[in-house]
Structures are given as C-alpha cells and as structure tokens.
C-alpha cells in the first residue's frame, strides 16, 4: 500500500538510523551504552531533564483548568457572546510558538513596560516559559475539553436535581466524571507540547536549560551528532510515555449518549453566567493583548527610545540576509505540505476504512499514522539528518531543498489529519460500498461519487490543519532548511539571536495575517461546500 511505503520512508526508517546512531561513536564505531552514561554523568544535561520535566508539568496544571472553565462557559451555560468568545480562545493557534515569548519580552523583560507585575523577577527563564506555554497550549487544550463538554445526558442531571443533589455535587458526580478522559487526554496533550517545544524556551529561556534546547545545542552549537542523537531519545520518552498514557485512558472510555439520550441544554442562571462571563473576558483579553503586543512591537521605531510607527521592520533583508524569501518559502512548502498531505492522508485513511482483505497491512498502517502524535519535532528532524544525509540513501538528493521539509512536515502532523480523514469516512454507511458492488459499479466510481463529496468537508478541515500548521512549525524542521530554503519560523529564530526582536515579531505577524487569511478563506469554502454537498444532513 502507498500509505504503508510513505510511512515507513518519512517515519519509521528515520527514527530506527536515529535510535542506532545513538549507541555510535563520532567515528562510527559501536559503543553501546557509552554515550548515554555520559549524558547521565553530566550534571547539566540531567538538569535539563529536571527542568523539561517540572516546567511542563507547572504550565500543564496551569493550562487544563484555565480551558476547562473556559470550554465549560461556552459548552454549558448560556453566556452571551460565546462564538465570539470561542473563536478568540482558538486564535493563539494561528501564531508560531516563538511570538507570545517575544510579546512577554516587550512586556516583561528588563525594558517591558509591564514588568512591574513580576515583583522583580526576571521573565528570562521558567516563569517566561511558563506564561509563554500557557498562552501556546491553552487552544489546544480548550480544543479537547470543549468537544468533552458538549455531549452530555439531560437525564443524569435530572435524576441529580431530584435526589436533592447540590450544585457542586453535581459538578463532582455527574460533569466531571462524564468529562474525566477529556481533561486526562488534554494533561497529557499539553504536557508534550511543553515538554517538545523547542521555540519559547529558545527566546526566553535564557540560561534555564530544557531538553529542546540542549538537542539544538548539541547539534547546531557542538556538531554532536551523536550525543544530539542521545538528547533526542531522552526527550522521546516523556512523550512516548504520556501518548501510551492517552492511547490507555482512551481505550477505557465509554460512550455516554445512548440512542435513549436527551440533550443537555444548559439553563439561564444570571450569577453563573455573568462570572463566567468576566472569566471569559479576562482570558480573551489576555489572548488579545500578547497578539496586540506584537503587533505594536513589530511597528514601533525602537523599542524603547523611540516608538514612532514604521513598517521599517518589516524590510526583513536589514535583520536578516534571506529578506521575504523565508516567508515565500513557507507559504510554498505550506501549500505543498496542505495539498499533498491532504491526499496522501485522505488516501491512506480510506484505504484503512473502505477496502477489504490485507487486514494486517490495514492495522499496520493505521499503527504507523498514530506514531507520529509521540515524536517530537526535533527528535524527527534530527532522524532525518541521519537518514537523508547518508551517503547510501537514494533519496539523498532531497536533502537541503524544500521536498525535505514538506516530507518532514506532513509526517510530523501526520496523526491527527488520518483520525479526521477516518472519523470523516466512517460516517459513511459500508452499505453504500456493497450496493455499489451488487451494481458492479466499481470501487473507484463509488469514491468519486459518494465518499468524496460526503466527506469534502472533513478533507478541507485536514487541508487547513495542514495548512497553519506548516506556517507556525519551527521544531522540526530547524535542523533541515538549506541556504535557499529557510522558512520563516526560522528566520524569526535568527534574527531574535541576533538583537532584531522587532523584525522578528513583524515576521512572526506576518505568518499569523497569512494564517488568518487561510482561515477566512476556509470559513467561506466550508460554507459554500455544506450547500452544495451536505444537503442531506438537514433532511
């Protein structure tokens, strides 16, 4: 099967050359476990351990209850304004990782003008990484919680108010253990995103050391391949441990509408809402803030002598010499990752859902789509390095030009896109495959003419996905642009290293107008598709 050869040449083969280079020398030469007892026999390295560790799990704790009250306002109350509100809670999506750390300098940093709310203490470090992750993490999560919350069973909370159950009894034994594989599933979401995430630590991390930036360390500062190659197994762990951990609580959850169900419809409750309401608005106001602040960043002169308004910064050939070039590049390598992976992905879950026979090769398809949701970005780009810089690799020649990093990119983003494309094609009926085989109507004509129109606009969702994704990612492909590919996310990272904090919010603005735009543009393609394609749903 297609699926099972892109899998094995974008994923499976990288990460085994990574997993063997980690127990070789520089020279080549087998050495089982030495390098990773000198990684564990060196102090900082194991710090950056300590620390990758405790930051994701402080910024996780911090984020999964600020998006569970917020999911909560939107999903089971009857607050004003919820579409407004929930379409500002999913807007840090639009933004690369690097941007809320640059706003939090303007902010907080030694010069910010709001560094007074720190009481002294210094942004450069955990405390910026954390505000920084909890901004970056806070729509994914509010993403799992509030599908969670939107399903409820009227009944249950019926049966509470007639045994005389209080208000917080019934949060207690009725919402929260309806909700409970929800919030477990966005700890363990948002704990690897921290935990992975190479470009918040990277421009206000200072001298805290986490995992992500010893990998970059040890690859781009020392060349070490080796012991990058060792870094990045470590770093695999934790996210392999929290996705087996998700894929566990998955399996034990249950459904909780029957066919004998009544839709929850939340009550109007003026004291709730109204508190919920100021809750919203406090976190929306964040979410805008940070955004406005590097906007204005990316505007001002000279931060903070002269704030008069210019475009000057966004001349990116005077911060950095690939100018607007990065940014044409990943608008290229955004388009090629959304078109391509959007087929090779629809195809591949169809493949897994419609065809009969080949039920291993089936299951190990869909084993190896879901690998990708526990490899981080680094840990893949790296693999890459090993595997497409070797001289015996006949696919080589791709190294340093963009296919490389449109390879890189639908394989890192690979898993979220297949369970889309299978949800999609699984609301399908089989019994539209089997009236079309009595009819001798073939499998191809059926896809063309049912499956596809059906499932247009799941496709366009993955398109989309894809799409913003490719925009925003730095982690991954950090390792893998060559002299005339470089991507705007990384151009952000260079100029920040150089002192061109303003050019590189004015970029990192850029990308997110350009996600924006892709985002109306969707809005108005889903429109457009519902009438002409699902018709049938409102019958």
């Not at 004003?80 to 902010?107: D, E, K, N, Q, W």
């Not at 308004?309 to 990065?326: E, K, Q, V």
């Not at 079309?436 to 366009?460: C, D, F, I, N």
């Amino acid at each position: 099967m297609a699926a099972t050869g892109f899998l094995f040449v974008a994923l499976v083969l990288p990460l085994a050359m990574l997993f063997e280079k980690s127990f070789r020398d520089h020279d080549g030469k087998f050495v089982g476990l030495a390098n990773f007892e000198r990684y564990f026999g060196t102090p900082s390295l194991v710090a950056s351990l300590w620390n990758t560790l405790w930051v994701s799990l402080l910024a996780t704790c911090i984020v999964v209850p600020i998006a569970f009250v917020y999911a909560y306002a939107i999903r089971r109350t009857t607050m004003p304004g919820r579409g407004v509100f929930r379409a500002l809670g999913l807007v840090p999506i639009l933004a690369p990782s690097l941007l809320p750390a640059i706003a939090l300098i303007y902010l907080f940093g030694n010069q910010g003008f709001a560094r007074f709310l720190l009481f002294g203490e210094p942004v450069y470090g955990p405390i910026g990484i954390v505000i920084a992750q909890v901004y970056y993490c806070f729509p994914h999560a509010f993403l799992i919680l509030s599908t969670a919350l939107a399903i409820a069973d009227r009944r249950h909370y019926e049966a509470a108010e007639v045994l005389g159950a209080g208000r917080i009894r019934v949060f207690l034994t009725v919402t929260l253990p309806g909700v409970k594989y929800g919030v477990v599933s966005a700890f363990f979401v948002v704990f690897t995103m921290v935990a992975t995430d190479f470009g918040i630590p990277k421009v206000i991390g200072g001298r805290f050391n986490v995992l992500a930036t010893d990998v970059y360390k040890q690859v781009i500062g020392q060349q070490n391949f080796e012991m990058g190659a060792v870094v990045g197994m470590v770093l695999l762990l934790p996210a392999a441990i929290a996705f087996a951990a998700d894929r566990w609580v998955a399996r034990r959850q249950v459904a909780l509408l029957s066919a004998r169900a009544v839709p929850f419809e939340p009550q109007k409750r003026r004291g709730r809402d109204m508190a919920l309401l100021a809750f919203c608005g406090l976190i929306a106001a964040c979410i805008l803030v940070v955004l406005g602040v590097s906007f204005w960043a990316s505007l001002i002169q000279y931060w903070p002598y002269n704030l008069s308004i210019s475009l000057r910064n966004y001349a990116f050939t005077n911060a950095d010499a690939s100018g607007w070039s990065s940014y044409f590049n990943t608008l290229a390598m955004a388009v090629c990752v959304a078109t391509i992976g959007c087929s090779v992905i629809s195809f591949g879950a169809w493949l897994v859902d419609k065809t009969r026979g080949a039920e291993f090769l089936r299951g190990l398809v869909h084993l190896l789509a879901m690998i990708p949701l526990a490899v981080p970005g680094l840990v893949l780009g790296i693999a890459y390095i090993f595997f497409f810089n070797s001289p015996r690799n006949p696919f080589g020649f791709i190294y340093g030009t963009l296919a490389i990093l449109v390879l890189n990119t639908i394989a890192h983003f690979y898993t979220v896109a297949h369970l889309t494309s299978l949800q999609a094609l699984k609301q399908l009926d089989p019994e539209f495959e089997s009236v079309s085989a009595s009819l001798k109507v073939s499998v191809w004509r059926t896809a063309w003419r049912v499956t596809l129109p059906v499932s247009s606009p799941a496709l366009l969702d993955v398109w989309f996905y894809m799409f913003v994704n490719a925009m925003t990612t730095v982690s991954a492909v950090i390792f893998l642009y060559g002299p005339y590919t470089k991507l705007a996310s990384v151009a952000i990272v260079n100029m920040d290293e150089a002192g061109f904090t303003a050019a590189a919010a004015a970029m990192g603005c850029t990308i997110v107008a350009t996600s924006a735009a892709a985002k109306v543009l969707h809005s108005l393609l889903a429109a457009w598709l519902g009438r002409r394609t699902q018709a049938w749903r409102a019958r």
